[in-house]
C-alpha cells in the first residue's frame, strides 16, 4: 500500500507544496503505524497482563461455553421434547465449545477468520 | 459493626416515571450515574477539542492521548477497514472506562458492575456482528463456522461447536467485566470492613487495623489498574468479533 502511495506524491509533487507535505505527512503516519504493528507482539497483549487476568479470562471463556451449551439444549428439549437428550448432546458440544474458546483465548489454535489467513502470509 | 459488601450494588428508584405493563419504570441510580458518565465523557470530549492548539494542552492530550490508542487497538485487531466502527468501539471505551473509574470514588456506584448493562452492551457488538457480517458478506459469513481442513466425517460436530463458540461470545464478554468489577469491588468493600471491625475492638485493634489499610491501599491501585484493563479488554474483544464480520474465513 505504501509503494503505491509513494508513486501517487512522486505525481504530484508539483502541483501544490501543500498537497505534498499531506502526502509526506501520511506517508510518515503510514510508516509510523506499519513500526506499531510490527512491534506489537501479539494482538491481546495487555490482556495478558497479569496471571489473574489471564486466569479469570480463560475461566470465563469455559464457563460461557458450557452455559451456553447447556442453555441451548434445555430450549431445544422444551421446543422440541425430546427431554433430556438435547441437554445431554449439547452440554457436552457447549463444553467442547467452552475448551475451544479457552485454546484460542490462550492462542493454542488460531481463531477463524483474518488470524489464520494473516498467520499464513 | 457489621459492614454489608452487597449492599454498594442495590438499585433504588429516584424517581418514578411510568407504569408500563404493570412494571414500574423508574429513574434509579444506576441511571443517573450513567447520565453522570455521559455527560462526563461529552464534557471531556467537547472541552478538549474546543482549543484546537497545535501542541495540546493537558485536556486536548488526553483526548488525542485515548483516540490514538482506541485507533491504534482498532486497526491492529481489525485491519484499516474496521476502522468504520471506531465511533462505536471509541463510544464503548470511554462509556467502560468512565462506569469503572467513576465507579472507584467512595460512595458512588458502579454501572459495569450489573450484569444486565454489561450484558446489553456485549448484545449490541453480538448483534451489530451478525447484521453487518451477512449484510456484508451474504451467506459467505457462514463460512466462519466451517473451519479449513477439516476432515468431511467430524465436520457436522465441528460446525456445532463452532455455532455454540460464536454464541457464547456475548456471555464471555459481558461477564469477564461485569464479574471483574464486582469482584473488585466487594473485595475491597470487606478488606474496609476489616478496618472498621478491627478499630471497633479498642486500642489493640487499632494497630491489627494497619494491617487491612494498607491492604486496601494496595487494592485501590489495584482497581484502578483493573478498571482501566477490562475497558481495554472490552474495546478489543469488540474489534477481534468485529473483524469476523469484516472477514470470514477465506
Known amino acids: 500500500m505504501s509503494d503505491a502511495r509513494d508513486n501517487g506524491s512522486k505525481a504530484h509533487t508539483d502541483e501544490a507544496a501543500l498537497s505534498a507535505r499531506l502526502q509526506r505527512l501520511g506517508e510518515g503516519l503510514a510508516l509510523k503505524r506499519a513500526e506499531d504493528r510490527s512491534n506489537d507482539a501479539s494482538e491481546n497483549r495487555a490482556a495478558t497482563a497479569s496471571g489473574y487476568a489471564r486466569g479469570f479470562r480463560l475461566s470465563s471463556e469455559l464457563v460461557a461455553g458450557v452455559l451456553v451449551g447447556a442453555g441451548l439444549g434445555w430450549l431445544i428439549d422444551r421446543v422440541l421434547g425430546v427431554a433430556p437428550w438435547g441437554l445431554i448432546v449439547f452440554l457436552l458440544l457447549g463444553f467442547a465449545a467452552g475448551v475451544l474458546n479457552v485454546m484460542r483465548s490462550a492462542g493454542v489454535v488460531a481463531s477463524p477468520g483474518l488470524d489464520r489467513g494473516r498467520r499464513k502470509d | ?250
Not at chain 2, 441511571?31 to 485536556?59: K, T, Y
Not at chain 2, 484499516?80 to 470511554?94: A, D, N, R, S, Y
Not at chain 2, 450484558?119 to 466451517?146: C, K, M, S
Open chain 2, 1 to 250: 459493626m457489621q459492614v454489608d459488601p452487597i449492599h454498594q450494588f442495590q438499585i433504588h428508584d429516584m424517581m418514578p416515571i411510568m407504569t408500563l405493563a404493570g412494571r414500574e419504570i423508574a429513574f434509579t441510580n444506576s441511571a443517573l450515574f450513567m447520565l453522570i458518565i455521559v455527560f462526563g465523557v461529552s464534557a471531556l470530549m467537547i472541552g478538549a477539542s474546543a482549543p484546537r492548539a497545535v501542541v495540546p494542552g493537558r485536556l486536548q492530550s488526553i483526548a488525542e492521548l485515548s483516540y490514538e490508542f482506541v485507533a491504534n487497538t482498532v486497526r491492529s485487531s481489525a485491519g484499516t477497514e474496521g476502522m468504520k466502527f471506531f465511533p462505536f468501539v471509541f463510544t464503548l471505551f470511554m462509556f467502560v472506562l468512565f462506569a469503572n473509574l467513576i465507579g472507584l470514588i467512595p460512595y458512588s456506584f458502579t454501572v459495569t458492575s450489573q450484569i444486565i448493562i454489561t450484558a446489553a452492551l456485549a448484545l449490541t457488538v453480538f448483534l451489530i456482528v451478525v447484521v453487518y457480517g451477512f449484510w456484508r458478506n451474504g451467506l459467505h459469513f457462514l463460512n466462519l463456522f466451517v473451519p479449513k481442513g477439516v476432515p468431511k466425517v467430524i465436520l457436522p460436530a465441528i460446525v456445532f461447536i463452532e455455532v455454540l463458540s460464536f454464541l457464547s461470545r456475548p456471555v464471555s464478554h459481558s461477564v469477564r467485566l461485569f464479574a471483574n468489577m464486582l469482584a473488585g469491588h466487594i473485595t475491597l468493600q470487606v478488606f474496609a470492613g476489616f478496618i472498621i471491625m478491627l478499630a471497633g475492638a479498642g486500642i489493640l485493634g487499632w494497630f491489627g487495623a494497619v494491617l487491612p489499610f494498607a491492604m486496601v491501599v494496595a487494592l485501590t491501585a489495584l482497581e484502578l489498574l483493573v478498571a482501566f484493563l477490562q475497558a481495554y479488554v472490552f474495546a478489543i474483544l469488540t474489534c477481534i468479533y468485529l473483524n469476523d464480520a469484516i472477514h470470514p474465513g477465506h
